[in-house]
T-cell receptor
Framework: NAGVMQNPRHLVRRRGQEARLRCSPM?????VYWYRQLPEEGLKFMVY????????ESGMPKERFSAEFPKEGPSILRIQQVVRGDSAAYFC?????????????FGDGTRLSIL | AQSVSQHNHHVILSEAASLELGCNYS??????LFWYVQYPGQHLQLLLK??????LVKGIKGFEAEFIKSKFSFNLRKPSVQWSDTAEYFC???????????FGTGTRLTIIP
């Protein structure tokens, strides 16, 4: 499958633990976007990264959330000290060159549940 | 800032009925418009997109959408729906030079056989 790969599909954490969500973009894509979908809401942009660079993090909460896209390996969205309100579906998308008229290709998402 | 409104939260139709899902956006500049579909348990898939040119855009699975600039609208249509069209539909917009997508809240479409 050459699509956007996210893992895990489901992640359960207790309050205060850390959550790490991974995203491998489509082959040939070097631009990654993270979105969050809260229950009964649409997807909200969180962060846009290229290899080793954060381009736009205007949608990221100021605390506890961070993202990286290293030179080698997948993009990681990290949530420290999770709280109940972090329960959501987190989607990763990728595009080949970051042009605004290029459609983004989405992964299956990671459903994060906080106990 | 740009925003997207989808007026219908849940639409229920019988097979063979015609479909129109509303989408309005607010942004004064050049926009790129998208419709994505999310089938149960699956990832978002691109149905169609508008960047420029003919405002009537045809997508996959018989869907089409019309960009009406004066109304800031990009409504999705299909003349005859099928049971397999049951899914959630999201309208999204990006602006020139701003790659992030702004999504509407989605419309859940249920087709009754």
């Amino acid at each position: 499958n050459a699509g956007v790969m996210q893992n895990p599909r489901h992640l359960v954490r207790r309050r205060g633990q850390e959550a790490r969500l991974r995203c491998s973009p489509m082959k040939g894509h070097s631009h990654v976007y993270w979105y969050r979908q809260l229950p009964e809401e649409g997807l909200k942009f969180m962060v846009y990264l290229q290899k080793e660079n954060i381009i736009d993090e205007s949608g990221m909460p100021k605390e506890r959330f961070s993202a990286e896209f290293p030179k080698e390996g997948p993009s990681i969205l990290r949530i420290q000290q999770v709280v109940r309100g972090d329960s959501a579906a987190y989607f990763c998308a990728s595009s080949p060159d970051g042009m605004s008229n290029q459609p983004q290709h989405f992964g299956d998402g990671t459903r994060l549940s906080i106990l | 800032a740009q925003s997207v409104s989808q007026h219908n939260h849940h639409v229920i139709l019988s097979e063979a009925a015609s479909l129109e899902l509303g989408c309005n956006y607010s942004y004064g500049g050049t926009v790129n418009l998208f419709w994505y579909v999310q089938y149960p348990g699956q990832h978002l898939q691109l149905l169609l997109k508008y960047f420029s040119g003919d405002p009537l855009v045809k997508g996959i699975k018989g869907f089409e959408a019309e960009f009406i600039k004066s109304k800031f609208s990009f409504n999705l249509r299909k003349p005859s729906v099928q049971w397999s069209d049951t899914a959630e539909y999201f309208c999204a917009v990006s602006s020139f030079g701003n790659e992030k997508l702004t999504f509407g809240t989605g419309t859940r479409l249920t087709i009754i056989p």
